[in-house]
């Protein structure tokens, strides 16, 4: 999920080269190349908000950008994923074959961007991840993490068969190193049944040390999913909220290229938010990524 939303070292890179709406602002290391820019990363894995989207595995994404001088903003980005059909089980037994297909994240943004005093930048908008799928089942009974139901595999959050799709609104406030956001589900929020409300809670810092085109970046962020009765056996009940921090740097190489490196780690429950061969999709781990901005 890149996204204003400086949630990930991806994001924090590609603010070093554009006004993206997905990041908080950074020093500009080149004139503005015009309302439309155009971006591509390649990154050890996909981590949003602390969670691996990829299971662990290296990611590709890209988008497009355009912001006109009034401070209206549209755009679009892209990634592959595997959380969800991970969340499935073989389509039978012996099977190498998910039985759920979702491997592409599309998200659609459009907002507001202006500076209303020397320094201080407000950005608020909406944003909508799309995912599409095949096969996703529907089912009204919840079977806790990691269970069979009638020979299908669930996970935590798509315990239901809920849709992924979600729509977020959100509102920045950035000054000086800092930023702060603020994000609101309008709707479920990325599967997890009965979570409409669900909330992220995201202070952000970067600092451009003034070395060789070197900038410190920091991070911790709350989400909160609303409390929700999913199942009458408590031990299954599992814990959407967590909170999530990052500590890393970027490099700019000029020519719109940029490098991150960083570390990435949440306090995630296990029974919520794992992958197929059932590791914690929020443990900490090292992150890089390359970032090409056009």
């Known amino acids: 999920m890149k996204k204003i939303i400086a949630i990930s070292a991806i994001a924090a890179a590609a603010s070093l080269l554009t006004g993206n709406v997905m990041a908080e602002d950074a020093p500009a290391v080149a004139p503005d190349p015009g309302p439309v820019t155009a ?41 592959n994923i595997s959380w969800i059909s991970d969340g499935y089980g073989p389509t039978s037994a012996g099977s190498s074959t998910n039985s759920v297909s979702a491997p592409i994240e599309m998200d659609f943004y459009g907002g507001y961007k202006t500076e209303v005093t020397e320094g201080l930048t407000l950005d ?10 095949k096969n996703l089942p529907t089912s009204t009974t919840y079977t806790g993490g990691g269970t069979t139901y009638s020979g299908t595999f ?31 589900a309008l709707t479920n ?26 900038t410190l970046n920091g991070h911790i962020g709350y989400q909160y999913v609303p409390s929700t009765t999913l199942t009458s056996n408590t031990a299954l009940e599992p814990n959407f909220s967590y909170t999530d921090w990052k500590i890393g740097l970027t490099k700019d190489f000029g020519h ?34 390359l970032t090409k901005t056009f």
């Open 154 to 184: 669930y996970s935590g959050r798509q315990g239901v068969g809920q849709s992924p799709n979600t729509t977020e609104a959100y509102i920045a406030a950035t000054y000086g190193i800092a930023m702060i956001k603020y994000s609101y």
């Open 256 to 289: 719109g290229l940029a490098g991150a490196i960083a570390y990435i780690g949440t306090n995630a429950s296990n029974n919520a938010y794992y992958s197929n061969t059932f590791d914690n999709t929020g443990k900490g781990t090292a992150f890089v990524s």
């Open 39 to 79: 971006n591509v990363t390649l990154a050890s894995q996909y981590r949003y908000r602390g969670i691996s989207q990829t299971n662990s595995l290296p990611a590709i994404q890209g988008g497009f950008d355009y912001a006109h001088e009034s401070g209206f903003y549209i755009g679009n980005w892209n990634s």
């Open 124 to 133: 608020g908008g909406v944003l909508q991840y799309y995912y599409a799928n």
């Open 189 to 214: 929020l990325f599967g997890i049944d009965n979570s409409k409300g669900a909330q992220y809670f995201d202070l952000s810092l970067n600092y451009d040390t003034g070395f060789e085109g070197i």
